[in-house]
Structure formats: structure tokens, C-alpha cells
Nanobody
Framework: QVQLVESGGGSVQAGGSLRLSCTVS??????LAWFRQAPGKEREGVAT?????TTSYADSVKGRFTISRDYADGILQMNSLKPEDTAMYYC???????????????????WGQGTQVTVSL
């Protein structure tokens, strides 16, 4: 059974940094992704990484966020945080034969419970 547990969220001032971790129990996923959802908004894909290290980012976080993997686990390094980054952040995983990436929530069957990130001015 696959379980994902996020950690590392918290409150930070604008311009600060946070490092989110996603601990995966079970087999190493073919791809991992981070999503976020702010109150009253749809869940959006933030960053994704495939089996061979291919990455993709939402335009809103390019140059500020970095996704990486440590075998099965995932890491999201967030720098230069802005108030608009405030949201619940979720880790998601999928298992495919290829290592393709995706930022579509519907493409991921396994999800963590989320960790809150709050950025203040």
C-alpha cells in the first residue's frame, strides 16, 4: 500500500524559504508531483519530477522552486516566497512504465494529506 506523508510546511515572511519533504512508503514512484490549493481556488500543479529526473514547473514558480528526489521520496525547495504562494501543499505519486511527468491532478492516484504553507508580508 502506497502512503505519502508531507512535512516541512509552516509560516514564513515574504522572501523567505521553506523546504517541503514527501516521504513515500512502498515502491519508488515513476513520477512525483507537488500541488497546492488555496482557499476558494482550484488545486494547481506546482512541480513534477519523473523517474529519470525530468522536471516541469508551473510558470508562477519557475526560478523560485526546485523539485528533487531522493529515491522514492520527494523534496520541494521553495525560495523567494510570496504571499500568493500561501496554500495547502500536497505531494502526489503515480506508477507508470515510463517516467513521464504531469502537472494534472487527475493523473495522480496517490496523495498525501497536505502541509500548510503561509507567507506573510
Amino acid at each position: 500500500q502506497v502512503q505519502l506523508v508531507e512535512s516541512g510546511g509552516g509560516s514564513v515572511q515574504a522572501g523567505g524559504s521553506l523546504r517541503l519533504s514527501c516521504t513515500v512508503s512502498g515502491y519508488s514512484p515513476s513520477s512525483l508531483a507537488w500541488f497546492r490549493q488555496a482557499p476558494g481556488k482550484e488545486r494547481e500543479g506546482v512541480a513534477t519530477i519523473g523517474r529519470y529526473g525530468t522536471t516541469s514547473y508551473a510558470d508562477s514558480v519557475k526560478g523560485r522552486f526546485t523539485i528533487s528526489r531522493d529515491y522514492a521520496d520527494g523534496i520541494l525547495q521553495m525560495n523567494s516566497l510570496k504571499p500568493e504562494d500561501t496554500a495547502m501543499y500536497y505531494c502526489a505519486a503515480r506508477y507508470l512504465r515510463d517516467g513521464s511527468t504531469s502537472l494534472a491532478a487527475a493523473d495522480f492516484p496517490y496523495w498525501g494529506q497536505g502541509t500548510q504553507v503561509t507567507v506573510s508580508l
